[in-house]
């Protein structure tokens, strides 16, 4: 297994992760143990191939600080390479599940920059800045898991660049939502202008969403497709997205991530490259183990089949 390329993993002694009980596996272990190292998230393993990933910033609304951008990343970049990860919820612990970027860690840069008087030099801190956080971000987007976001609450500024880089959005009936970075003075740079006119389908609403920093609740989310599912409270949320995630876990991994590739790369291509992009990808996993099993499953009617790890 790689492990995450962090900086600032700094915890040597494992403190226990709020964790499920986990089956006796090596690598699903090993995926604990690195995040069990991290300051800002939880990491457990509910049901066989699934993984948790909480927020765990409660007495901070689970707003984005410095650890919590590079901890992100490690963690997908930890979980999309490993054999026993085939889908990833992604919740948040305490009231909300995230009040954006920690905008204590704003004035922080703030003062960091104030170290330089040269423009061009306090640029070069801004740029490589924001570079760590949209990586952060895109991680969850890069990682050939299926990533489902299970939303309580605040969703907001940050939150929503998080969520829009998933692949399905459930939340609760009491979720709302903010594209607020207008209201501290900036456009959002780590991915809400580029992906929420995507997934909602419409320029019209994301500009209103994003010049406005309007506040939307649960039911228009999921009128406009920014969620799929709205559940009565967090316990039936997370209820269904482990259950959705156990469903996308029992297929062929080689199917499903090939899946997600094909859907991520074609949402900012042509039709035509991306159809001439899973022909290249298919003319091998049509040879695959996985595809002989699965239609044989179901002419058979069969159990289901049992995938080898990927
Ligand atoms: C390079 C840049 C990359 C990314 C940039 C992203 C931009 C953004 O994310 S813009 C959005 C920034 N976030 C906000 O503006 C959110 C502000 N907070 C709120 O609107 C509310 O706190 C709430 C999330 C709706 C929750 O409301 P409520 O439940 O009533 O709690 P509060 O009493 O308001 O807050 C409790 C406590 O938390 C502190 N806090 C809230 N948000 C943040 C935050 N983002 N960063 C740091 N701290 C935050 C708030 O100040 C309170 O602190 P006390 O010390 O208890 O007073």
């Given at each position: 297994m790689s492990l995450p390329?962090?900086?600032?993993?700094?915890?040597?002694?494992p403190r226990l992760v709020a964790m499920q009980p986990c089956r006796n596996n090596s690598s699903a272990q090993a995926a604990i143990e690195v995040a069990?190292?991290?300051?800002t998230l939880a990491i457990s393993?509910?049901?066989?191939?699934v993984f948790h990933v909480e927020l765990n910033r409660p007495k901070k609304l689970n707003a984005i600080n410095r650890d919590m951008w590079l901890e992100i990343r490690a963690c997908f970049e930890t979980l999309a390479v490993n054999p026993d990860c085939r889908a990833i919820v992604l919740s948040a612990a305490g009231k909300h599940f995230c009040a954006g970027i920690d905008l204590s860690s704003m004035m922080a840069l703030g003062q960091q920059l104030?170290?330089?008087?040269d423009v061009a030099r306090k640029g070069v801190v801004l740029e490589r800045t924001i570079k760590i956080y949209q990586d952060s971000i895109t991680a969850v987007e890069l990682c050939p898991k299926p990533v489902i976001m299970a939303v309580h609450q605040a969703c907001i500024g940050a939150g929503v660049d998080l969520i829009t880089a998933a692949d399905i959005r459930y939340s609760t009936q009491d979720a709302f939502f903010q594209v607020k970075e207008v209201d501290i003075g900036m456009a959002a740079d780590v991915g809400s202008l580029q992906r929420l006119p995507k997934v909602i389908g419409s320029q019209s609403l994301a500009r209103e969403l994003c010049f406005t920093g309007r506040r939307f609740e649960s039911a228009e989310a999921e009128r406009c497709g920014l969620v799929s599912r709205v559940y009565p409270d967090k316990e039936s949320l997370l209820a269904g997205a482990i259950a959705l995630a156990e469903e996308i876990a029992s297929k062929s991994p080689i199917a499903v991530q090939t899946t997600k590739e094909s859907m991520v790369y074609s949402l900012d291509h042509t039709n035509q490259e991306g159809l001439d992009h899973i022909r290249i990808i298919n003319k091998l996993n049509l040879q695959s183990e996985d595809f002989a099993q699965s239609v044989a499953a179901q002419l058979t009617k069969d159990e289901k089949p049992v995938f080898a790890k990927l």
């Open positions: 390329r962090i900086t600032n993993v700094i915890r040597l002694a069990a190292q991290f300051k393993s509910p049901k066989p191939f104030a170290d330089y008087d």
